[in-house]
């Protein structure tokens, strides 16, 4: 049974940081493309975040610069670090997994920018 279990959401203000944790179980993550998605109220949830299965990264533009994705092998686990938060980044942030036309899901993390 393959789980992803997101953790670290929470309130934060702006100008701060947080740090997503993905640990997954039941495949080997690092196999696999993992995304950060997120999504606001009213909005189309949207890729933040991808570190392909060869360990590339890429970003949406409106986080380059302030959010790194990263992985432990090891711990079989993924992360979001987030800087330089903004109110426009509040939202669910959710984990992915995708390879060969088979991806699954966390259950999400809230993310809450606000003073």
Same mark, same amino acid.
Request: glycine share 12%.
């Given at each position: 049974q +393959?789980?992803? +279990?997101?953790s670290?959401? /929470?309130?934060v203000q702006?100008? /701060?940081?947080l &740090?997503?944790?993905? %640990?997954?179980s039941?495949i080997?993550? $690092?196999?696999?493309?993992?995304?950060?998605? &997120?999504?606001?109220?009213?909005?189309e &949830?949207?890729l933040?975040?991808?570190m392909s299965?060869f360990? @590339?990264a890429d970003? =949406?533009?409106? =986080?380059k610069?302030?959010? !790194?994705? $990263?992985?432990? @092998? %090891?711990?079989n !686990? +993924?992360?979001?670090?987030?800087?330089?938060?903004?109110p426009?980044?509040?939202?669910?942030?959710?984990?992915? %997994?995708?390879?060969? $036309? &088979?991806?699954?899901?966390?259950? /999400?993390?809230q993310? !809450? =920018? $606000?003073?």
């Open positions: +393959v789980q992803l +279990v997101e670290g959401g /929470g309130l702006p100008g /701060g940081s &740090r997503l944790s993905c %640990a997954a039941g080997i993550s $690092s196999l696999y493309d993992m995304g950060w998605y &997120r999504q606001a109220p009213v909005k &949830r949207e933040v975040a991808i299965h360990g @590339i970003y =949406v533009d409106s =986080v610069g302030r959010f !790194t994705i $990263s992985r432990d @092998i %090891a711990k !686990t +993924v992360y979001l670090q987030m800087n330089s938060l903004k426009d980044d509040t939202a669910v942030y959710y984990c992915k %997994a995708d390879r060969d $036309s &088979r991806d699954y899901w966390g259950q /999400g993390t993310v !809450t =920018v $606000s003073s």
